[in-house]
């Protein structure tokens, strides 16, 4: 049964008003053009819909029947109709993230709050993992965007940097550190030193700049973990190095920093995504909301800044 849409549209609108003149008068249309377009359903359908009589209109049990899946077609027909407009809109569809466990908690929340304010029905999804495991997402089209640390070329890939961060060293309230404006990468070489495991982007970076220095720590402990890295830097254990953007994470132990230099050691945050999939709406709304946040030079952790 090759029906249109109108056809359906017709036939449940004569139904609902139970005459002929009123529903063409509904939908200004001639009243001869919404009989012809009647009679040609119920030619193709085999059955008659309405019984007509010079004083009312009545509809078949057929018609009824028909009426009720015309009408549960209508309305789902309506329903994806007005979604897929929202979706290209932007309004409306899935939009999935994956980023570093730092940039998760303190770069994007205040760019989420801004997007999901804007775009209420956008299903939002954000997956934190580690920097290989991100990328490895981004090229496997498991996620849309990612928000990560790049620390080398991705010619795979399109990258648009947002953000640096400069490391720092962290040390509790009482360690001599304190008592210095600035810490070179060769006064760690003295020092136990609490690392980040080495799958860590943090470690990678820590790695380069002591080789830089010509400087090697005395790693006492690894960690994978920020609040473990802090907890056992707090126990007096020794000292760390971290990005500006950890650092709110690790104010729980009440620990001081001061940013290293000689050489000074950043890290370049940027957007990530495959440029052989296409974004959807929703998706490259997400990215204006990071360039918005960007633009606006929205408030960022010490050590940290818009680029």
């Not at 036939?11 to 377009?37: C, I, K, N, P």
């Not at 961060?165 to 020092?191: I, M, N």
Request: glycine content about 6%; proline content about 7%.
């Amino acid at each position: 049964m090759d029906l249109t849409m109108q056809q359906l549209r017709l036939v449940l609108a004569v139904h609902d008003a139970g005459s002929f003149t009123v529903a063409a008068e509904q939908l200004h249309l001639a009243q001869s053009s919404m009989s012809r377009a009647v009679r040609e359903v119920e030619r193709r359908l085999g059955i008659t819909l309405f019984e007509r009589t010079t004083r009312n209109l009545v509809t078949t049990p057929e018609g009824v029947e028909f009426c009720r899946v015309a009408r549960h077609v209508i309305e789902e027909f309506d329903a994806g109709i007005n979604h897929f407009e929202g979706f290209l809109a932007g309004n409306r569809g899935q939009v999935r993230i994956a980023a570093l466990p730092s940039l998760a908690a303190i770069l994007l929340p205040p760019v989420v709050s801004a997007y999901r304010a804007a775009h209420p029905e956008v299903d939002l999804s954000i997956a934190d993992a580690m920097s290989d495991e991100v990328l490895h997402q981004v090229r496997a089209g498991a996620v849309d965007l990612a928000v990560t640390v790049v620390a080398e070329p991705l010619p795979d890939l399109h990258v648009k940097p947002i953000a640096t961060d400069r490391f720092c060293c962290v040390f509790p309230p009482q360690h001599p550190f304190a008592e210095k404006r600035g810490v070179e990468w060769t006064d760690l070489a003295g020092q136990p030193h609490i690392a980040f495991a080495p799958s860590s982007s943090i470690r990678q970076h820590a790695d380069r700049a002591f080789a830089a220095a010509k400087a090697r720590p005395d790693v006492v402990l690894e960690s994978r973990n920020i609040s473990t890295v802090a907890g056992l830097v707090a126990a007096g254990l020794g000292v760390a190095v971290m990005p500006g953007l950890v650092l709110p994470l690790v104010q729980f132990a009440g620990l001081e920093h001061r940013p290293l230099r000689e050489p000074g050691t950043s890290r370049r945050i940027a957007v990530v995504r495959n440029p052989h999939r296409p974004l959807a709406a929703a998706a490259e709304a997400f990215m204006a909301a990071i360039t918005r946040a960007q633009r606006t030079a929205a408030p960022l952790p010490p050590e940290t800044t818009w680029l």
